[in-house]
């Protein structure tokens, strides 16, 4: 199972806005809602910002969005900040009880 | 509140197995599933795989199938995974991570074990 598709990196000034593809297939991405989102520091585990395409866990800034359409989705960060600054890897359910990470991206802020 | 702890790093000659702890506590250990994730040096997240941890059934990414297990203990709390014929491309630090609802939310991670491969 090959890994999905993200830009290598993206970056953003204070206060804007930024979005994240993360492109699958007709097998993955596209056939199920099990898209969730991780963000990671440096030396850091990763932690969930989003599950289930777009729910946001308890605890998570209301500054990350998400959403799927068709083999492709999408990670929203807006009104960026300093501390936002960090690797995103979405990861999709890929058959039964199996799963596949996206390639990562590199997020600056500027 | 809930915690995943791991085991220390090794270091591991080419050909040998390592095997990882995964401790839970803080929270009924039956009622989430254990999936373990690899993140080699400068590299992204790998999915190796997801066991039960009430009925100790398992789903094995493709990339290391036939080479790892996972196993677990009610009485500890504990998930095991088994890593055998290591190679160097193994090198990585080896992460688990408790499965929230089902959809592969992975909410609650262990802090990383470094898995070092080298002759």
């Known amino acids: 199972q090959s890994a999905l598709t993200q830009p290598a990196s993206v970056s953003g000034s204070p206060g804007q806005s930024i979005t994240i593809s993360c492109t699958g297939t007709?097998?993955?991405?596209?056939?199920?809602?099990?898209v969730s989102w991780y963000q990671q520091h440096p030396g850091k585990a990763p932690k969930l910002i989003i599950s289930e395409v777009n729910k946001r866990p308890s605890g998570v800034s209301s500054r990350f969005s998400a959403y799927k359409s068709g083999n492709t989705a999408y990670l929203t960060i807006s009104g960026l900040q300093a501390e936002d600054e960090a690797d995103y890897f979405c990861c999709s359910g890929v058959g039964v009880g199996t799963y596949v990470f996206g390639s990562g991206t590199k997020v600056s802020v500027v | 509140q809930a915690q995943l702890v791991q085991s220390g790093a090794e270091a591991k000659s080419p050909g040998a197995s390592v095997k990882i702890s995964c401790t839970a506590s803080g929270y009924n250990f039956l009622l989430h599933g254990i999936t373990w994730v690899r993140q080699a040096p400068g590299e992204g997240l790998e999915w190796i795989g997801w066991i039960s941890t009430y009925t100790g059934r398992t789903y094995y990414g493709q990339g290391l199938q036939g080479r790892v297990s996972m196993t677990t203990d009610k009485s500890t709390n504990t998930v095991y995974m088994y890593l055998g014929s290591l190679r160097s491309e193994d090198t990585a630090v080896y992460y688990c991570a408790r499965e929230n609802g089902g959809y592969g939310d992975y909410d609650v991670w262990g802090q990383g074990s470094l898995i070092t491969v080298s002759s």
């Open positions: 007709s097998s993955d991405v596209g056939a199920y809602d099990l």
